[in-house]
């Protein structure tokens, strides 16, 4: 016998869309509304529409909306505030939760990821996923770690994108452009001594290209501070060989903080 869905299930359907990766919801066939007749106002007494302001005015260029709500910030509490009223982003409908940062503002080095996935989504944290439980091992391994007081001995991590791609996919170039201004204000406001860039879209948002694998183990400069492109932690617990590449840059990262003391 069929049994009529609860609202109960509505819900627990659309969970399940969402986690699909649904971010709007559609018809099977496109309706053109234009079409249907009003049956609120009969034709002859139909005013003249008005167009809401937003409808007339030019577009808002995302990227400089971005650039002025980012400026705007002048705290770290500020910022996470201005990116959850930032709306140019769409990513923003399908993620459950922004993820901002973690770790110690204070800290001398900031890692800076790619974007949460479902862990992190659901969390609001970055790296908490077994990516996340990776880097801290790899981090421990020099002395580092997310929860310590001491800024030279703690990490503050914060991602490119802070809202969750559907089926994490990878930020298109338009994403991450809107994000290029909080990122740059995230750096000034947290101002680490070093960077940290793991993977190809922090490269390309930080550095402008990406490569990994050429990119990674060579200081250069992104947002004003010297920064290291590293292997994303995920890309090392599938090619477990990378680990040694990983830990000659953790090295690396260890003696340049020293040098700076
Ligand atoms: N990978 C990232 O780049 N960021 C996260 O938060 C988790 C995995």
């Known amino acids: 016998m069929e049994s009529t869905p609860t609202p109960h299930d509505d819900l627990a359907c659309l969970a399940w869309q969402i986690e699909l990766g649904a971010t709007e919801a559609i018809l099977d066939a496109p309706v053109n509304r234009y079409d249907l007749p009003d049956k609120t106002v009969q034709p002859t007494l139909r005013a003249a529409p008005v167009r809401p302001a937003a409808e007339t005015a030019t577009p808002t260029d995302p990227v ?14 500020a910022l996470q505030a201005a990116l959850a009223a930032y709306p140019h982003c769409d990513l923003r409908l399908g993620a459950r939760n922004l993820v901002f940062s973690d770790g110690n503002p204070a800290a001398r ?13 659901l969390q609001g944290k970055p790296f908490v996923g077994r990516a996340g439980q990776l880097l801290d091992r790899m981090f421990a ?4 770690s997310r929860h310590a007081a001491r800024p030279e001995d703690a990490l503050y991590i914060g991602n490119i994108m802070p809202w969750r791609p559907p089926q994490n ?26 960077l940290v860039l793991m993977g190809n879209i922090s490269c390309e948002a930080g550095l402008g290209k990406r490569g990994i694998t050429r990119l990674r183990g060579t200081w250069s400069e992104a947002w004003g501070k010297p920064a290291l492109p590293m292997f994303y932690p995920a890309y090392l617990l599938r090619t477990p060989a990378a680990k040694r590449e990983a830990w000659a840059d953790l090295l690396a990262l260890k003696a340049r903080l020293r040098s700076l003391t």
């Open 109 to 121: 080095i900031m890692v800076i990821g790619e974007a949460p996935g479902r862990d992190e989504d």
């Open 169 to 194: 996919r990878d930020p298109s170039p338009e994403e991450i452009a809107m994000m290029r201004p909080f990122m740059a204000r995230h750096v000034a406001l947290a101002n680490p001594d070093l």
């Open 141 to 144: 391994a020099i002395g580092l």
């Open 64 to 77: 400089s909306a971005a650039g002025t709500a980012a400026a705007g910030a002048t705290t770290l509490k």
